[in-house]
């Protein structure tokens, strides 16, 4: 069975399934160059021609996966037409719903038969989230927050989003900022200033001073003037600014925290999915309410071209397999690069873009499109964050070698293992590393690591174990190659320009892949 799956909304992007695996998937802002490829147009034209030209079209699958939200709500036919798909093609579309694509990624990747899944984002077409049981591949719902509940006038994700706009970063987009810099605030400077708005209950969120109001009722929102005339100060003021997003990261959590108590048992292995799950603090946190946790690589709206299609294949029988890699996109070719030369480079202080392989599907670079550096150096983030034009207050994260894993994470790294792969939870750094590392530890002590596998890419492995031999440490900063406020790389070409741009001191190119484009 043959399954192309599509989404087209922001981060939209295509992907090809076969027997119950994700072959190829990749978000449509990659060959593109606009960030989150957000439409119009809704068509991911350029990644379905990329899957047409591996083998993979459109007449020659069984079955075709549009992820819903369509730019048209309505018949089936008006949503092919609508993402401009041949009305021919109705007979094999299959429409999947937004969180249960969700939902689908992450359970199918986990490799769990018998799990648990948690989907929040901003919302899809008929919900803000997913609360369900996976047995035997069957998902189970077993609660939603659901758009139809008018009483309900905020959920995590949409909280998120307007506070990140508040406090005067891109929405949909900057939200990561927000988390990183609440690390640095003090969420105790203004302890009630959303939980004395906000009542709030599983899947449901009301306005404690309008009781009984619904959205349309004018209901209050975290904008950037309501925030203002509660604690005085303009949130966007450099004096505020961290505290406020500190104290928006405890709120975000303690919404998450209120859904997962009520509709996730305890001890439970645990799958998330969605947007608020780019969140690597909360998915550390619920290490202490699941037995395990994974989170899908893909856990934003890129996933959905996936997550629909191995929805689909088999109208919502998923087959799980312990995803071993998500390097699924544009090919530029094996590097033949020395790895010792590099760690040499790379121990003397050299930043060093990496353009090899498969790209990655999902918002993580992991050694296929990467900017790799010495952790060692306290000014490795100033030099790095310079060349990539980022804000100095982004923290970095590191790869290293799995036989470091146990000496260097607190032990509960072991029950989001394989998460630990992709970078999708945060861990904290045993004492002792913290000083060693100071290039990819956050101020609050954790890190975000890549917890990498010799056979998952053997090249930045050999260049981690040379590494380590010259210096001790089998750790490097690792982090995307791209400079802020684009898609992380493409191809070769991209990988070029970026040099050009003084994006990296030095850069290692795979050989014999896909012409760009």
Not at 58 to 73: E, G, N, S, T
Not at 287 to 293: I, P, Q, R, Y
Request: net charge negative.
């Amino acid at each position: 069975m043959k399954t192309i799956g599509i989404y087209a909304g922001h981060d939209q992007g295509a992907a090809a399934v076969e027997d119950g695996r994700v072959l190829l998937a990749m978000e449509e802002e990659r060959p593109t160059r606009r960030k989150h490829a957000e439409p119009p147009p809704h068509h991911p034209g350029e990644t379905l021609a990329w899957l047409a030209g591996q083998g993979h079209t459109l007449q020659d699958a069984d079955r075709v996966a549009l992820a819903d939200p369509l730019p048209h709500q309505g018949a089936l036919r008006d949503g092919i037409a609508s993402v401009e798909l041949d009305v021919a093609l109705e007979p094999k579309v299959r429409l999947v719903e937004h969180h249960l694509a969700h939902a689908a990624l992450g359970v199918a990747w986990s490799g769990w038969d018998d799990c648990h899944v948690l989907v929040i984002d901003g919302g899809g077409s008929v919900s803000y989230a997913l609360a369900a049981r996976a047995v035997g591949g069957r998902l189970e719902e077993i609660a939603r927050d659901d758009m139809a509940n008018a009483r309900s006038i905020m959920n995590p994700g949409l909280f998120y989003l307007l506070c990140t706009q508040a406090l005067g970063f891109k929405p949909v987009r900057d939200e990561g900022k927000v988390m990183c810099l609440a690390a640095r605030g003090d969420k105790a400077r203004f302890p009630r200033l959303f939980h004395d708005r906000y009542e709030v209950k599983p899947f449901e969120v009301t306005d404690r001073r309008m009781p009984g109001a619904e959205r349309k009722d004018g209901t209050w929102t975290p904008s950037r003037d309501a925030i203002r005339e509660i604690i005085g100060v303009d949130p966007q003021d450099e004096s505020v600014r961290a505290d406020v997003a500190a104290q928006v990261q405890d709120f975000f959590e303690h919404l998450v925290w209120t859904d997962v108590r009520a509709h996730v048992p305890r001890g439970c292995r645990l799958a998330l999915a969605g947007g608020c799950f780019a969140s690597v603090t909360i998915n550390r946190q619920l290490l202490d309410w699941a037995s395990e946790v994974f989170v899908a690589p893909a856990m934003n709206d890129g996933g959905l071209a996936a997550g629909a299609a191995l929805y689909a294949e088999q109208d919502g029988l998923l087959r799980p397999y312990r995803v071993p890699h998500v390097y699924l996109g544009h090919d530029a070719g094996e590097s033949s690069a020395d790895p010792r030369q590099v760690a040499r480079r790379l121990a003397n202080g050299a930043t060093v873009g990496v353009c090899q392989g498969r790209s990655e599907y999902g918002p993580r670079a992991l050694g296929h499109r990467s900017i790799l550096a010495d952790p060692r150096d306290p000014q490795m983030p100033a030099k790095v964050g310079g060349q990539l034009r980022r804000d100095l207050f982004m923290p970095f994260a590191p790869v290293m070698l799995d036989e470091e894993a146990d000496r260097i994470l607190e032990p509960t790294w072991r029950r989001a293992a394989h998460a630990a792969e992709f970078m999708t939870v945060a861990f904290a750094v045993q004492e002792g590393w913290r000083e060693r590392l100071p290039a990819v530890v956050h101020v609050d002590g954790t890190c975000r690591p890549q917890v990498l596998r010799e056979e998952v890419n053997p090249f930045v492995y050999a260049v981690l174990r040379e590494f380590k031999a010259i210096t001790g440490v089998g750790v490097l900063l690792n982090t995307s190659f791209n400079r802020h406020g684009l898609p992380i790389i493409h191809g070769a070409e991209d990988a070029l320009d970026h040099l050009a741009e003084g994006c990296a001191d030095e850069l290692v190119l795979g050989r014999g892949g896909e012409i760009d484009g």
